[in-house]
């Protein structure tokens, strides 16, 4: 947990529905996420969710992170979630993939939108 110096990926994004904030930055070399970390604050499932989704993508591309699906992340926290909970599980895997899609210097398609408003 923390913020990385000169990095590469930083983004930042608020569950508006309960206050919880995370914040990714990461470091890109040769392509791969060679480090990642997640700040913030909020709820134990949105921080530990952030966590969780931090060891999942760190050594992978950046296209392989771009392609990550939530329930990718919800499966690896091993819980059943309340639709309320969910969005909070989800707020780093929204943070995360806008700030790889920014770096990438791509759009997101209208589904890929959606889904991460769901």
Same mark, same amino acid.
């Given at each position: 947990?923390?913020?990385?110096?000169?990095?590469?990926?930083?983004?930042? @994004?608020?569950?508006?529905?309960?206050?919880?904030?995370?914040?990714?930055?990461?470091?890109?070399?040769?392509?791969?996420?060679?480090?990642?970390?997640? @700040?913030?604050?909020?709820?134990?499932?949105?921080?530990?969710?952030?966590?969780?989704?931090?060891?999942?993508?760190?050594?992978?591309?950046?296209?392989?992170?771009?392609?990550?699906?939530?329930?990718?992340?919800? @499966?690896?926290?091993?819980?059943?979630?309340?639709?309320?909970?969910?969005?909070?599980?989800?707020?780093?895997?929204?943070?995360?993939?806008?700030?790889?899609?920014?770096?990438?210097?791509?759009?997101?398609?209208?589904?890929?939108?959606?889904?991460?408003?769901?």
């Amino acid at each position: 947990k923390g913020l990385i110096a000169n990095a590469q990926i930083k983004a930042r @994004d608020v569950n508006t529905l309960c206050g919880d904030v995370i914040e990714i930055t990461a470091r890109v070399n040769n392509g791969k996420i060679s480090e990642i970390n997640f @700040d913030g604050k909020g709820c134990a499932i949105s921080q530990a969710s952030a966590s969780m989704l931090t060891e999942l993508v760190e050594g992978k591309s950046l296209d392989e992170a771009a392609r990550l699906q939530k329930q990718e992340l919800l @499966d690896a926290l091993g819980i059943e979630l309340s639709p309320m909970r969910v969005k909070c599980a989800l707020l780093g895997f929204k943070v995360l993939k806008l700030g790889v899609y920014s770096h990438l210097g791509k759009k997101m398609t209208a589904e890929e939108e959606e889904e991460l408003e769901e």
